[in-house]
């Protein structure tokens, strides 16, 4: 994955919770420190993300996005 942003932390997902439209991921990213995203439900879906799974979280200004490999 290569993308402008500087600020990406990688971890693991720790909780997926769905709402109407959006979904909250939390993601571990190494001792305890929990990293919450707010993304689309389609964009959980496209991604396959799951409780587990390894995942990005990826920082730009004041959003936060979620990646992965």
Do not use: F, P
Not at 13 to 33: K, M, N, Q, Y
């Amino acid at each position: 994955m290569k993308i402008s942003a500087r600020n990406i932390l990688k971890g693991k997902v720790t909780e997926i919770v769905t709402g109407a439209t959006t979904s909250h991921v939390r993601i571990d990213i190494d001792g305890g420190a929990i990293v919450t995203a707010s993304i689309t439900n389609e964009a959980v879906a496209d991604l396959l993300l799951e409780k587990g799974k390894q995942a990005y979280a990826v920082i730009k200004d004041s959003d936060v996005m979620v990646g992965i490999d």
